[in-house]
């Protein structure tokens, strides 16, 4: 892979295809690291405040002999380096293949948002437990031996290790708030999720515009405008949120719809619909009451001893 600054475009390795649309959440892995065990291995996420585009989980992992070689590669939190360093360091860390491997795991805006819409709702945090648990299982499904794991986590750190704990036996982990400024493994991972969502919504191509007619390329021109880092309190994120509600379809599938910011962005601007169901409806008003007693509601309704639509 030739470093970003070259004149070659950079591309990141864990999107096939940026010209395809992000329709559906995806796991990325690299080739398989040859040298021995025991290996740690590190976890941090990208894009889990953000109101546009995905959340990537990813991980990062070597030898235990290989961690004094880790330490001078310049990995840290991904949020302290510029995109271009960023960048970079994937780059390193696809240069030894025989040490180094890495995977991601890329949550699509509508995959977390359908979770936490559903009822019962899938929250945020369990959708990330669930994108842990994945990576780390088909890391090890793949033959690599984990001795060591160490996870960037906000909030309850103590119940989230030993919950990760009983998932998998007989590896030490450590969860901690700021882990991918201690460790340097942890670094690596953020990098590359951090990477890859920047690739991906950078490179947004908008599922609803991909056709060709002048309905598709009259919204391309609308989206297509600076998007910002994707989180509400951007202003360049916010002026795209102001500019792209078409009041009857709401935004396209770059957005969170279970996001506080689209909720009343949609209430204040779109417009209103009542979903009726017509069948629904005549069944409502067939076994309603007009006085709340029994005389007032049908006879085959009386004679069947139903009392509302809910014992159907």
């Known amino acids: 892979m030739p470093p970003p600054d070259s004149e070659e475009t950079f591309q990141c390795p864990s999107i096939s295809d940026p010209s395809a649309p992000l329709t559906a959440s995806y796991t990325y892995h690299s080739p398989k690291p040859t040298t021995s065990g025991p290996y740690i291995l590190g976890v941090d996420e990208a894009g889990r405040g953000p109101v546009l585009g ?64 559903r009822k019962p709702p899938t929250n945020l945090n369990r959708q990330a437990e669930e994108a842990t648990v994945l990576l780390i299982r088909e890391v090890l499904d793949s033959g690599i031996q984990l001795s060591d794991v160490y996870v960037d986590a906000l909030g309850p750190t103590k119940q989230y290790q030993a919950y990760l704990s009983s998932q998998f036996p007989g590896i030490s982990f450590t969860v901690e708030a700021k882990a991918d400024a201690k460790h340097k493994i942890v670094g690596a991972a953020s990098v590359a999720a951090k990477v890859t969502r920047d690739a991906w919504v950078e490179g947004w191509v908008f599922e609803e515009t991909h056709g060709k007619d002048a309905a598709s390329q009259a919204l391309a021109s609308v989206w297509g405008e600076t998007l910002g880092s994707g989180y509400p309190s951007d202003p360049k994120t916010k002026a795209w949120i102001e500019k792209s509600l078409e009041p009857t379809f709401g935004f396209p599938s770059l957005a969170r719809f279970s996001w506080t910011t689209i909720k009343v962005a949609l209430e204040k601007k779109g417009h209103h619909v009542e979903w009726i169901d017509d069948g629904q409806k005549s069944l409502v008003k067939a076994f309603e009451t007009a006085t709340g007693r029994e005389q007032g509601r049908c006879f085959v309704a009386k004679d069947l001893g139903i009392k509302s639509v809910g014992t159907l």
């Open 54 to 117: 995905p959340m990537v989980y990813g991980v990062a992992y070597c030898p235990v002999s290989y961690r004094e070689d880790l330490e001078n590669l310049g990995f840290a939190d991904s949020k302290t380096l510029n995109a271009s360093t960023r960048s970079s360091l994937l780059s390193t860390l696809c240069t030894d293949p025989t040490n180094l491997g890495w995977s991601v795991r890329v949550l699509c805006p509508q995959a977390i948002s359908s979770g936490m819409l």
